[in-house]
């Protein structure tokens, strides 16, 4: 039977012509070799990549659950647990404690299982300050004086057998097995005595600032007696004491916190790098040298008064390498009002005010440091509050329009507060954006839920936002505005991407010293790589719109890519050794690996010693140079091994960061351009 033959050209001619397009080919093979061998972006699966959380609605809003009360202190630990601490009121779980049943007036709530679990506090912890010591322990200072029923003071155990917390100090070591507690000291329904005990301040402080110092203890300031809407020279404690107590354990007087009155409570307080503390009360501005007590004048704060009540969002912008880590503070929103009543009430009706809408920086350490107006925001707005995301913006949300933080039974508008008109969309402040471009809006969404006074927000590992609370009133209650315990998140654009990897980062970072290497993965586009960095969130206490102890700091790094591996590595300096520990105090902060904008899941890291006292500092090793490693052929033309390892072709091509980068065909193309011009040579001679 004859061979049945296709149809069509068949022989020699045939296979030429089948040849050809392969020969076209050859200067494509060799044009992508040279380009960039096997790119890899964040965007794409990758073995050092994670998958994203998935199946939220980025820029959106999303309920999740309950937190059983409302949160009016909030932070995120170590160890994973948020811990939520609200005023004295009749909040709808109880807990039977020391003093009996009692409402919770404390949670642990766990992100990941979204469930919570009530914890004691004896005292009215009602507008305290807090922050995490240099070796990792929380600590919270201060609140009221007892009430019971619909927030009225009490000498006895009243209604919710609380106990004083002008003096009180309460301590808390996080943990993930739910066996921790709070720490504290004998407290009592006097509010004339407790002073100078364990865990016992020298006098009373309600609304206290609260800063971490360059050893990792802590500095106490201000605060007043038993509250009120402002402050008055009868309430005012114009002092400040340390935490672990120094020297003898006294208040300094600090003439400031007088001056600044009636609004002068939670003064704003940052450490400074050269260890001076910046603050900020009424309009006026100093440089505190607490250690010799002198202090220097700075400008005044222009257009609106940001302290409480008033209550603008304020931040230190992200440190970074780039303008040599500067110091510059953020002051938006607030309040232009100028009657400020007492500690009654506003005497006026001030929900009838337009919040501020402007927004000021200052570098507190430049050599000529003055207040300068930013971009104004889309609203006027009074608490609200930034939260660092790990890409270098910050987000804003919550508050109100009209008004101020408060309440009071004056029935100026809705309900008790003082603060009315919530404000439901948030929005995105980027400090490194050109002036007039800093503020954006674009795909996010609003909330369906106020969240006014006493609301709090905080960063969680997977960069989502948890956020709970708002209660403008006396006592838990269902009327508007009334006392929220739900929770919700919101999410950043990214959430969904895949996430760089955060591997073998190590568990404790100093001042100063050798740098440490980062895998980065298939990633071997520079423009991809040049974008990774790692930054540091310091771990915060947060209330009243304010991040006590918060800040956010950019290592220094430098990277490797690898052509013959295909991988990328990052070198990353220690934290700056000078200045060292007032740059960035000692403690738990969460580190993030970020690529093209995308962070890792943030991961807790020891930062200094882990001990309260001197930090060792030093100088910080160089980083390499940015480079690529062109790949190395082993295999010669012929097919056989080279031993000289010297690559066959090669070609010098400029990288977009200006580096000259000496790339050759990988030994695979060759072979391959080598077989296709041997079979299309046999076809044309043929």
């Not at 811990?83 to 004295?88: I, M, N, P």
């Not at 309440?407 to 050109?434: E, R």
């Not at 974008?531 to 969130?537: D, F, G, H, P, R």
């Not at 020891?606 to 160089?622: R, Y």
């Amino acid at each position: 039977m004859p061979r049945s033959t296709p149809s069509g050209p068949s022989g020699p001619s045939a296979l030429a012509a089948a040849m050809l397009p392969l020969l076209a080919l050859l200067p494509l093979l060799a044009s992508l070799a040279l380009a960039n061998p096997a790119p890899r972006h964040p965007g794409e699966p990758a073995d050092l990549l994670e998958r994203g959380p998935y199946g939220a609605t980025a820029l959106g809003f999303e309920p999740i659950g309950d937190m059983g009360i409302s949160a009016q202190m909030m932070f995120l630990s170590q160890s994973g647990k948020v811990y939520v601490l609200d005023k004295t009121e009749n909040n709808p779980i109880t807990i039977s404690g020391k003093y009996g049943t009692h409402p919770a007036w404390a949670v642990e709530y766990d992100p990941d299982a979204n469930s919570y679990r009530t914890m004691d506090v004896y005292s009215n912890t009602f507008c305290a300050g807090g922050a995490v010591l240099g070796n990792g322990t929380w600590v919270v200072f201060g609140g009221n004086q007892p009430v019971t029923t619909n927030g009225v003071a009490t000498t006895s155990a009243g209604a919710y057998d609380d106990t004083d917390g002008g003096t009180a100090i309460r301590m808390l070591n996080p943990c993930s097995d739910k066996s921790c507690n709070w720490i504290q000291g004998t407290t009592s329904y006097s509010t004339t005595g407790d002073t100078g005990g364990w865990l016992q301040m020298t006098g009373r402080r309600w609304y206290p600032m609260v800063e971490v110092l360059e050893d990792g203890c802590m500095i106490v300031i201000g605060g007043d007696q038993n509250g009120g809407y402002v402050n008055t020279a009868a309430q005012d404690n114009p002092t400040y004491e340390y935490f672990p107590p120094k020297g003898d354990g006294q208040a300094i007087n600090l003439q400031f916190l007088s001056d600044t009155l009636p609004v002068n409570l939670y003064a704003l307080t940052w450490l400074m790098p050269s260890g001076l503390l910046f603050m900020q009360a009424n309009k006026q501005t100093i440089l505190l040298n607490h250690t010799d007590q002198t202090t220097t004048n700075l400008p005044t704060m222009p257009i609106a008064t940001r302290v409480y009540p008033a209550s603008a969002a304020t931040a230190m912008l992200p440190l970074i390498p780039d303008n040599d880590y500067e110091v510059t503070l953020l002051f938006c929103g607030g309040s232009a009002t100028t009657q400020w009543g007492n500690d009654g009430s506003p005497g006026y009706n001030v929900t009838a005010v337009p919040a501020d809408n402007s927004c000021v920086r200052i570098s507190p350490e430049a050599s000529n440091p003055k207040y300068t107006t930013d971009d104004y925001m889309f609203e006027g707005r009074s608490m609200g509050q930034f939260v660092y995301l790990p890409d270098g913006t910050m987000w804003m949300g919550g508050g109100v329009g009209m008004g101020t933080a408060g309440y009071g039974n004056d029935k100026y508008s809705v309900g008790q507060s003082y603060g009315q008109a919530p404000v439901y969309m948030p929005a995105i402040y980027n400090f490194s954006a050109p002036a007039g471009s800093r503020w954006n809006r674009t795909g996010l969404s609003a909330s369906a839920n106020e969240r006014m006074y006493h609301s709090t927000n905080v960063l969680l590992p997977d960069s989502s936002i948890l956020i709970s609370g708002s209660n403008p009133n006396a006592d838990f209650t269902t009327a508007q505005w009334r006392s929220r315990t739900d929770i919700e998140r919101w999410y950043p654009w990214y959430y969904n991407n895949p996430r760089p990897n955060l591997t073998n980062a190590p568990s404790n970072l100093t001042y100063g010293g050798s740098s440490f290497d980062l895998n980065l993965g298939s990633i071997t586009d520079q423009g991809v790589v040049s974008t990774a960095k790692v930054v540091l969130i310091r771990g915060s206490f947060h209330t009243h719109v304010i991040g006590f102890g918060y800040r956010m700091i950019q290592l220094q790094s430098s990277y490797t890519i690898d052509m013959n591996t295909g991988n990328a590595t990052l070198h990353v300096s220690q934290l700056p050794g000078n200045p060292g520990p007032t740059l960035f105090q000692p403690g738990p902060a969460m580190m993030f690996l970020v690529v093209e904008g995308v962070p890792s899941m943030g991961q807790w890291v020891m930062v200094g010693n882990g001990q309260l006292g001197t930090q060792t500092t030093q100088s910080n090793a160089a980083l390499p140079s940015n480079q690529v490693k062109a790949i190395q052929n082993t295999t010669s033309p012929s097919g056989s091994s080279g031993a000289s390892g010297s690559s066959a072709s090669g070609s010098t091509t400029k990288s977009a960061a200006g580096l000259s980068v000496k790339v050759a065909l990988p030994a695979a193309v060759l072979s391959l351009c080598t077989i296709l011009v041997g079979l299309a040579s046999a076809v044309l001679v043929l």
